[in-house]
Protein backbone atom coordinates (compact mmCIF):
# COMPACT_ATOMS: atom_id res chain seq x y z
CA UNK A 1 0.00 0.00 0.00
CA UNK A 2 2.93 2.32 0.77
CA UNK A 3 6.43 1.87 0.15
CA UNK A 4 9.57 4.11 0.76
CA UNK A 5 12.55 2.98 -1.67
CA UNK A 6 16.38 3.88 -1.05
CA UNK A 7 14.77 7.68 0.48
CA UNK A 8 17.29 10.18 1.06
CA UNK A 9 16.97 13.35 2.44
CA UNK A 10 19.10 15.71 3.84
CA UNK A 11 19.24 19.79 4.79
CA UNK A 12 21.75 22.24 4.75
CA UNK A 13 22.11 23.81 8.73
CA UNK A 14 24.69 27.10 7.35
CA UNK A 15 27.56 25.08 5.79
CA UNK A 16 26.84 21.90 7.20
CA UNK A 17 24.89 19.48 5.37
CA UNK A 18 22.39 17.16 7.98
CA UNK A 19 21.84 13.48 7.02
CA UNK A 20 18.47 12.80 7.96
CA UNK A 21 17.52 9.65 5.76
CA UNK A 22 20.39 8.11 3.90
CA UNK A 23 18.88 5.28 2.62
CA UNK A 24 15.25 4.18 4.17
CA UNK A 25 12.94 2.02 3.05
CA UNK A 26 10.06 1.00 4.50
CA UNK A 27 6.41 -0.68 3.63
CA UNK A 28 3.13 -0.65 5.37
CA UNK A 29 0.05 -2.99 4.21
CA UNK A 30 -3.41 -1.69 3.45
CA UNK A 31 -5.31 -0.70 6.82
CA UNK A 32 -2.34 -1.08 8.94
CA UNK A 33 -2.26 1.01 11.97
CA UNK A 34 1.46 1.56 12.39
CA UNK A 35 3.31 4.30 15.45
CA UNK A 36 6.70 5.65 14.74
CA UNK A 37 8.47 6.97 18.35
CA UNK A 38 11.56 8.46 18.19
CA UNK A 39 13.58 11.00 20.27
CA UNK A 40 12.78 14.70 19.15
CA UNK A 41 14.44 16.09 15.97
CA UNK A 42 14.72 12.69 14.81
CA UNK A 43 12.99 12.73 11.78
CA UNK A 44 9.43 12.20 12.52
CA UNK A 45 7.49 15.14 11.38
CA UNK A 46 9.95 15.05 8.40
CA UNK A 47 8.89 11.62 7.51
CA UNK A 48 5.59 12.07 7.52
CA UNK A 49 6.07 15.27 5.24
CA UNK A 50 7.73 13.19 2.37
CA UNK A 51 4.95 10.20 2.86
CA UNK A 52 2.51 12.97 2.46
CA UNK A 53 4.72 14.74 -1.25
CA UNK A 54 4.82 17.91 1.09
CA UNK A 55 8.59 18.08 0.77
CA UNK A 56 10.55 16.07 -1.88
CA UNK A 57 13.63 13.28 -1.16
CA UNK A 58 16.90 14.23 -2.71
CA UNK A 59 16.33 10.91 -3.81
CA UNK A 60 14.61 7.52 -3.74
CA UNK A 61 10.70 6.73 -4.15
CA UNK A 62 7.43 6.95 -2.31
CA UNK A 63 4.89 4.49 -3.61
CA UNK A 64 1.12 5.32 -2.68
CA UNK A 65 -1.27 2.65 -3.69
CA UNK A 66 0.66 1.65 -6.55
CA UNK A 67 1.20 5.11 -7.70
CA UNK A 68 5.20 6.33 -7.68
CA UNK A 69 5.59 10.43 -6.77
CA UNK A 70 8.31 10.81 -8.83
CA UNK A 71 6.77 10.16 -11.82
CA UNK A 72 4.40 13.11 -10.56
CA UNK A 73 3.83 16.74 -11.33
CA UNK A 74 3.74 19.66 -8.97
CA UNK A 75 0.13 19.90 -9.66
CA UNK A 76 -0.64 16.37 -10.00
CA UNK A 77 1.06 15.05 -6.45
CA UNK A 78 -1.06 18.29 -4.87
CA UNK A 79 -4.35 16.58 -6.61
CA UNK A 80 -2.97 13.36 -5.76
CA UNK A 81 -2.92 14.31 -1.73
CA UNK A 82 -5.82 15.95 -1.49
CA UNK A 83 -7.39 12.88 -3.01
CA UNK A 84 -5.55 10.16 -1.02
CA UNK A 85 -4.13 11.30 2.09
CA UNK A 86 -5.71 12.78 5.46
CA UNK A 87 -4.08 14.47 8.25
CA UNK A 88 -4.08 15.13 12.27
CA UNK A 89 -2.30 17.66 13.45
CA UNK A 90 -0.80 18.43 17.17
CA UNK A 91 -2.06 21.37 16.93
CA UNK A 92 -5.23 21.04 15.29
CA UNK A 93 -4.31 23.85 12.08
CA UNK A 94 -8.47 24.64 11.54
CA UNK A 95 -9.28 27.64 9.78
CA UNK A 96 -10.37 30.29 11.94
CA UNK A 97 -12.63 31.77 9.84
CA UNK A 98 -14.45 28.85 9.71
CA UNK A 99 -16.93 26.95 11.75
CA UNK A 100 -16.85 23.34 12.71
CA UNK A 101 -18.89 22.02 9.83
CA UNK A 102 -17.31 24.54 7.22
CA UNK A 103 -14.28 23.00 8.52
CA UNK A 104 -14.86 19.60 8.08
CA UNK A 105 -16.19 20.34 4.48
CA UNK A 106 -13.24 21.85 3.19
CA UNK A 107 -11.53 18.75 1.97
CA UNK A 108 -14.55 17.70 0.30
CA UNK A 109 -15.16 20.85 -1.49
CA UNK A 110 -11.66 20.64 -2.90
CA UNK A 111 -11.69 17.30 -3.96
CA UNK A 112 -15.12 17.71 -5.35
CA UNK A 113 -17.52 15.11 -3.33
CA UNK A 114 -21.03 15.22 -3.59
CA UNK A 115 -22.84 16.12 -0.70
CA UNK A 116 -19.93 17.22 1.43
CA UNK A 117 -22.72 19.06 3.88
CA UNK A 118 -24.22 15.94 4.66
CA UNK A 119 -21.70 13.78 5.03
CA UNK A 120 -19.79 16.66 7.41
CA UNK A 121 -22.71 16.56 9.49
CA UNK A 122 -22.59 12.69 9.69
CA UNK A 123 -19.35 12.82 10.37
CA UNK A 124 -19.56 15.06 13.07
CA UNK A 125 -22.30 13.61 14.56
CA UNK A 126 -20.13 10.48 15.07
CA UNK A 127 -17.19 12.27 16.65
CA UNK A 128 -19.89 13.58 19.25
CA UNK A 129 -20.42 17.81 18.25
CA UNK A 130 -23.50 17.16 16.81
CA UNK A 131 -24.18 20.15 18.80
CA UNK A 132 -21.51 21.97 17.66
CA UNK A 133 -21.89 22.17 13.92
CA UNK A 134 -22.03 25.95 14.01
CA UNK A 135 -19.01 26.97 16.35
CA UNK A 136 -16.58 28.51 15.35
CA UNK A 137 -12.65 27.22 16.52
CA UNK A 138 -12.49 29.75 19.70
CA UNK A 139 -15.69 28.39 20.73
CA UNK A 140 -14.19 24.83 20.87
CA UNK A 141 -12.16 23.00 23.29
CA UNK A 142 -8.87 21.78 22.62
CA UNK A 143 -10.69 18.17 22.56
CA UNK A 144 -13.47 19.41 20.46
CA UNK A 145 -11.36 21.21 17.65
CA UNK A 146 -9.23 17.25 17.21
CA UNK A 147 -12.44 15.61 17.01
CA UNK A 148 -13.35 18.27 14.19
CA UNK A 149 -9.86 17.46 12.77
CA UNK A 150 -10.51 14.03 12.85
CA UNK A 151 -13.81 14.18 11.01
CA UNK A 152 -12.32 16.69 8.33
CA UNK A 153 -9.26 14.21 7.81
CA UNK A 154 -11.92 11.48 7.37
CA UNK A 155 -14.68 13.22 4.53
CA UNK A 156 -12.80 12.49 1.81
CA UNK A 157 -12.35 8.51 2.54
CA UNK A 158 -8.48 8.71 1.84
CA UNK A 159 -6.56 6.09 1.88
CA UNK A 160 -4.10 6.96 4.71
CA UNK A 161 -4.30 9.08 7.73
CA UNK A 162 -0.86 10.91 8.57
CA UNK A 163 -1.62 12.02 12.25
CA UNK A 164 1.15 14.03 13.47
CA UNK A 165 1.09 13.65 17.89
CA UNK A 166 -2.69 13.94 17.90
CA UNK A 167 -3.07 13.72 22.07
CA UNK A 168 0.09 16.04 22.01
CA UNK A 169 -2.02 18.85 23.52
CA UNK A 170 -4.29 17.23 25.04
CA UNK A 171 -4.91 16.48 28.88
CA UNK A 172 -4.86 12.51 29.40
CA UNK A 173 -8.33 11.88 30.05
CA UNK A 174 -9.41 14.28 26.41
CA UNK A 175 -6.48 12.12 24.47
CA UNK A 176 -7.76 8.94 25.30
CA UNK A 177 -11.39 9.71 23.94
CA UNK A 178 -9.84 11.58 21.17
CA UNK A 179 -7.72 8.41 20.25
CA UNK A 180 -10.60 6.10 21.47
CA UNK A 181 -12.90 8.09 18.30
CA UNK A 182 -10.22 8.09 15.88
CA UNK A 183 -9.03 4.21 16.05
CA UNK A 184 -13.08 3.74 15.94
CA UNK A 185 -13.58 5.21 12.68
CA UNK A 186 -10.41 4.31 10.73
CA UNK A 187 -11.05 0.76 11.86
CA UNK A 188 -14.32 0.82 10.59
CA UNK A 189 -13.54 2.53 6.92
CA UNK A 190 -10.37 -0.04 6.94
CA UNK A 191 -8.13 3.24 6.48
CA UNK A 192 -4.27 2.90 7.06
CA UNK A 193 -2.86 4.64 9.69
CA UNK A 194 0.41 6.00 10.47
CA UNK A 195 0.89 7.80 13.95
CA UNK A 196 3.77 10.01 15.40
CA UNK A 197 3.84 9.40 19.03
CA UNK A 198 5.75 9.82 21.90
CA UNK A 199 3.22 7.84 23.89
CA UNK A 200 3.53 4.08 24.71
CA UNK A 201 0.45 3.70 25.21
CA UNK A 202 -0.77 5.31 21.95
CA UNK A 203 1.54 3.22 20.38
CA UNK A 204 0.38 0.23 22.05
CA UNK A 205 -2.56 0.42 20.13
CA UNK A 206 -0.79 0.06 16.44
CA UNK A 207 -0.56 -3.19 15.46
CA UNK A 208 2.89 -1.96 14.60
CA UNK A 209 5.51 0.29 16.41
CA UNK A 210 8.73 1.30 15.04
CA UNK A 211 11.28 3.55 16.66
CA UNK A 212 13.20 5.88 13.97
CA UNK A 213 16.98 5.97 14.91
CA UNK A 214 19.49 7.44 13.42
CA UNK A 215 17.59 7.68 10.41
CA UNK A 216 16.43 3.94 10.14
CA UNK A 217 13.07 2.44 11.37
CA UNK A 218 13.39 -0.19 14.01
CA UNK A 219 10.82 -2.50 14.80
CA UNK A 220 9.61 -1.90 18.65
Not at 182 to 202: A, G
Amino acid sequence: MLKLESLKKSYEQGSQKVDIFENLNFHVEVGQRVAIMGKSGSGKSTLLSLISGIIKPDSGDIILNSTSYKNLKESELNDFRATNIGFVFQNFHLVSYLNALENVMLPAKVCGISNPKEKAIELLKSVGLSHRLDHLPSQLSGGEKQRVAIARALIHNPKIILADEPSGNLDEETGIAVMDKLFELIEQNNTTLILVTHSKDVANRCEKTYELIHGNLALC
